[in-house]
């Protein structure tokens, strides 16, 4: 059974308001309302970007575990879910998946950055203060190589916010 309590403590947690929680979902404030007070459960769709969104798993969201941090597997599945999302949003854009050398973490970061950056996402505020959330609470299973890429991610969206260019020059 869903757990409400927790969905706002973690919303709490983040800073989030429910209008902001809402807007990221894709659902009105009164559904999280309803969510966090037992009124509603969320559909699963919704419950699995719910515990993207606030950093960490299903289980945790369902009272089937008292751990709250998720894997590797959540960071790319949040990635993922952030990619369909922003393409599902702007279903004119064409993006292909990143090819090359890298992990499959480190393609994600690329797609999912240059989905930031060509829609302009990269500037609502409370979507990227969200995602730096969650990308800043690694797991203890990603390859060095991986929390670089995932450090190097967040240290770009933090400038695009501030105004800085590339070199950490202000424009």
Do not use: C, W
């Not at 973690?10 to 929680?21: H, M, N, V």
């Not at 999280?32 to 037992?38: K, L, P, Q, R, T």
């Not at 949003?89 to 797609?111: E, F, N, R, S, W």
């Amino acid at each position: 059974m869903f757990r409400g309590e927790r969905l706002k403590e973690l919303r709490k947690e983040k800073s989030l308001s429910q209008a902001d929680l809402a807007r990221i979902l894709g659902v009105t404030r009164q559904s999280i309302s309803a969510y966090e007070v037992g009124q509603a459960e969320p559909p699963t769709s919704k419950l699995i970007l719910l515990a993207q969104i606030l950093g960490t798993t299903v289980d945790y969201l369902l009272g089937l575990d008292d751990a709250k941090k998720g894997s590797r597997k959540f960071i790319e599945s949040f990635l993922e879910s952030q990619i369909e999302r922003l393409r599902k949003k702007y279903p004119d854009l064409v993006i292909g998946a990143a090819h090359g050398k890298g992990t499959h973490t480190q393609k994600l970061i690329y797609a999912f950055l240059t989905l930031l950056d060509i829609t302009g996402e990269i500037r609502d505020d409370t979507y990227t203060r969200t995602v730096i959330d969650v990308l800043s609470n690694l797991p203890e299973d990603l390859t060095e190589t991986d929390r670089t890429a995932i450090s190097t991610l967040i240290k770009y969206i933090s400038q695009k916010r501030s105004g800085e260019d590339a070199s950490g020059a202000h424009r």
